[in-house]
């Protein structure tokens, strides 16, 4: 698709973890997150949404503040008109044991 079709939809991905503990392990949270949007945007493709790939990761960062370098440069980008929706979506990982 040409970058100027109107119905292409660039998907950025922003996770997060607030402890840096298990960020050390092979697989860990911010890897899960990722997978399962990538997934998810994967399964939208036919509606014209596309996984950018540039990254957006803040392991050890709470989500109590905005001061998290990852998500300053989504939102750097967002105001960049790199993306034009935002969707947020629920940390899946929260509960899992293994992260």
Known sequence: MPRSDPSRKRCAIYTRKSSEEG???????????????????????????????TRYDDGGFSGGNMERPALQRLLADIRGALFGLFHKACDLTA?????
């Open 23 to 53: 960020l050390e392990q092979e697989f860990n949270s911010l890897q899960a997150q990722s997978e399962a949007c990538e997934a998810y945007i994967r399964s939208q493709r036919h509606e014209g949404w596309a996984l950018a790939r």
């Open 95 to 99: 509960y899992h044991p293994s992260f």
